[in-house]
């Protein structure tokens, strides 16, 4: 038997801290100047276009420390923060965009910035030396355990109260694909957030009504909000997207969460490689269109991910092509095979009848079950083991082969199209 090999996952805990009215104008202090160091380095970076480690450390060292006051550990972790800034913010065109640091804020190297003492304390480096300051674990109390390693932090301050997010590192197994047994075909969507076939051939429907009303109702406060075009408005406009953001954040996490724990450890999660859909979803209509182009199915692949590993399961990402408009049973592909209006498939060879979300989740199961075959034969994936398995038409498809279906454009114009059977 294979045993389970292991893989390091990094998450962040977000404790509480409790300083006393010194050390909470030290902590603002430091948080206030080192803000203002990083916007210092990224005006240097900017104009250099330094972003190379060891080079810009050496060059604004000096300045850091005698201009700002920074502690040595401090002045390193600089520049780190701002080169980490200028990469998530580079633009797709390759201009360099000068990020601005608003909040005061400070990051902190474990052991050297920050250690963890005695009954729940922290020691925290300031400019003016050292302090200690009370934390509370509250929903964090695992991450003491001696099998998970503290990194680096962020100090933050959120409505007058100080959190220090550590980074965590921690060992989870790492289930190999020849262990693999059970495979569950995700189909996420709006209609309907998640929809799941598995290797026992169950579906599963997670509802999306709710969420969809409720962002209905943030697209018309948003909109009212900007026909005032007041400063307060715009405050205002600022606070309902966060509170939209957070919202939608918890759904994620609740809904990556009953989908690891529906299943046992060794399942394999199979999901549409989704890359692109955003152009798509900007052709449908305009008053659909902030529902389809806002829906983060990115964020809940992040989320499934992390979560699945943790369990001991996996999450592979297959080709989304065809795989609403395919006959589960015998293959069929036909754009017309599926009836949006009445979210119901009907095969136009074979007369097959479900689900439209269903079929989807089953097509996405059975990519899934051709990955793995593919993976024990040594046919390895193409895209960088992305788990996605592309058939030569460029339709992934279950035996019997399918073909693709051809496009409007290259049928002649005014002559009905004719339904083709493309099973081969």
């Known amino acids: 038997m294979i045993e389970l090999g292991v893989m390091e996952q990094t998450i962040t805990a977000k404790i509480q801290i409790k300083p006393d009215n010194q050390a909470r104008q030290m902590l603002e202090q430091a948080m206030s100047i080192y803000k203002d ?4 380095v990224a005006g240097y970076v900017f104009e250099t276009h330094q972003l190379k480690q060891i080079p810009l450390q050496k060059a604004v060292y000096d300045d850091l ?36 640091f608003k909040k005061p804020f400070l990051v902190l190297s474990f052991n050297r910035d920050f250690s963890i003492l005695a009954n729940d304390t922290l020691s ?11 934390f509370s674990r509250k929903g964090f109390e695992k991450y003491f355990d001696k099998k998970y390693t503290f990194g680096g932090a962020n100090l933050i301050k959120k409505k007058d109260k100080f959190y220090l997010c550590i980074s965590v590192t921690y060992d989870v197994p790492d289930v190999q694909i020849e262990e693999i047994n059970n495979v569950v075909g995700v189909d996420r969507g709006i209609r309907f957030l998640a929809t799941t076939y598995d290797s026992q051939g169950k579906t599963k429907f997670y509802s999306g009504k709710a969420i969809k009303q409720k962002k209905s109702c943030y697209v018309e406060v948003r909109k009212q909000l900007q026909q005032r075009k007041t400063a307060s408005s715009r405050r205002r406009l600022k606070k309902v997207g966060n509170r939209e953001n957070r919202w939608m954040n918890d759904v994620n996490h609740c809904l990556s969460k009953a ?35 806002s829906w983060s199915y990115y964020d809940l692949e992040q989320k499934l991910t992390y979560k699945a590993e943790r369990k001991g399961q996996k999450v592979i990402k297959v080709n989304a092509r065809y795989t609403s408009q395919m006959c ?20 136009r060879n074979c007369g097959y009848r479900s689900n439209d979300d269903r079929i989807g989740a089953m097509n996405i199961y059975m990519r899934g079950v051709q990955f793995i075959q593919n993976y024990l034969n040594g046919q390895q994936s193409d895209n960088n083991n992305q788990g996605e398995q592309v058939c030569p038409d460029g339709v992934q498809s279950i035996t019997p082969r399918c073909n693709s279906t051809p496009s409007a454009k290259k049928m002649k114009k005014g002559r009905r199209s004719k339904d083709r059977n493309t099973t081969g």
């Open 37 to 40: 160091a990083c916007n210092f």
């Open 65 to 100: 420390r005698d201009r700002y006051g920074l502690k040595s550990q401090m002045a390193c972790n600089v520049p780190r923060t701002v080169i980490a800034k200028f990469k998530s913010n580079k633009s797709n065109t390759g201009e360099w965009i000068k990020p601005d």
């Open 124 to 134: 925290i480096g300031t400019l003016d030396g050292r302090i200690k300051v009370p």
């Open 259 to 293: 989908l690891v724990e529906a299943y046992p450890a060794k399942t394999m999660f199979a999901l549409e490689n989704l890359k692109g859909i955003r152009g798509a979803t900007e052709k449908v209509l305009k008053k659909y269109r902030y529902v389809q182009v």
């Open 328 to 347: 589960h049973k015998c293959g069929h592909t036909h754009k017309l095979n599926r009836d949006h209006k009445k979210h119901c498939f009907c095969c």
